[in-house]
């Protein structure tokens, strides 16, 4: 498994027509390392209970739906998880897709 915080390259998310705030705390948060250990933690938690879905990963971490959502696009980006199918989370009663741990074979 590839260790996110091994990489320091975190390639910008933020789109040219988001408002200058966003690019701003994407910078922010990638060179304060907290993008990185944010990430690093999610994945962890992926890996220890594969297939759980966005909110529980959320309320596992303690970062919160919306910064978890972040991170996991980013390691879906990176190759690092994927989304598998949705399920109803208990949380909320909606739909939420799950999220699995990608094997990187070197």
């Known amino acids: 498994m590839v260790n996110p915080e ?3 390259f975190w390639p910008p998310v ?3 027509e ?3 705030t966003s690019h701003e ?3 922010v948060i990638t060179q304060t390392g907290k993008r990185q250990t944010h990430a690093a933690k999610v994945l962890e938690i992926i890996i220890d209970h594969p297939g759980l879905v966005t909110g529980a990963i959320g309320e596992m971490s ?3 739906q919306m910064e978890t959502r972040k991170r996991l696009s980013d390691l879906k980006n990176r190759g690092l998880a994927r989304q598998g199918q ?3 989370w208990e949380g909320s009663g909606r739909k939420q897709v799950t999220w699995w741990p990608v094997e990187v074979i070197d």
């Open 6 to 8: 091994q990489q320091l």
């Open 14 to 16: 933020s789109r040219r």
């Open 18 to 20: 988001n408002p200058e």
């Open 25 to 27: 705390a994407e910078a």
């Open 62 to 64: 303690g970062l919160g």
């Open 86 to 88: 949705p399920r109803i």
